[in-house]
């Protein structure tokens, strides 16, 4: 399975960003897929994440109302939109998969793709 992470970049207080994670080498919909930051000198933590079946997606309490993610099962692409940015967005983000079913000898549980970092400047 790799993640390729992408959207970030620098934006004004109260904008708008679109992050996504185009996923490859996983031939099903039994994965969820999210995002966890890590804003500087900080510990990672969990941002958003959407399982499936496309049922209640979880959003970390700073974010709620501000984000939203999907997936495109097609295109096997994650999204998360993030509106009205605020400084304490800025954070290096890393898009995260996890197998749902009992993943095969090949495959382990959790994947994690590369940083993409956003900047949210005042």
């Known amino acids: 399975v790799q993640l390729q992470a992408s959207g970030g970049g620098l934006v004004q207080l109260g904008g708008s960003l679109t992050l996504s994670c185009a996923v490859s080498g996983f031939d099903s919909d039994d994965y969820a897929v999210g995002w966890f930051r890590q804003p500087p000198g900080k510990a990672r933590e969990g941002v958003a994440c959407?399982?499936?079946?496309?049922?209640?997606?979880w959003y970390t309490d700073p974010l709620k109302g501000r984000a939203t993610i999907s997936r495109d099962s097609a295109k096997n692409t994650a999204y998360l939109q993030m509106n009205n940015l605020k400084p304490e967005d800025t954070a290096d983000y890393y898009c995260?998969?996890?197998?749902?079913?009992?993943?095969?000898?090949?495959?382990?549980?959790?994947?994690w793709g590369q940083g993409t970092q956003v900047t949210v400047s005042s």
């Open positions: 959407i399982a499936g079946d496309e049922e209640s997606p």
């Open positions: 995260w998969f996890r197998v749902t079913r009992t993943p095969t000898s090949a495959e382990q549980w959790d994947y």
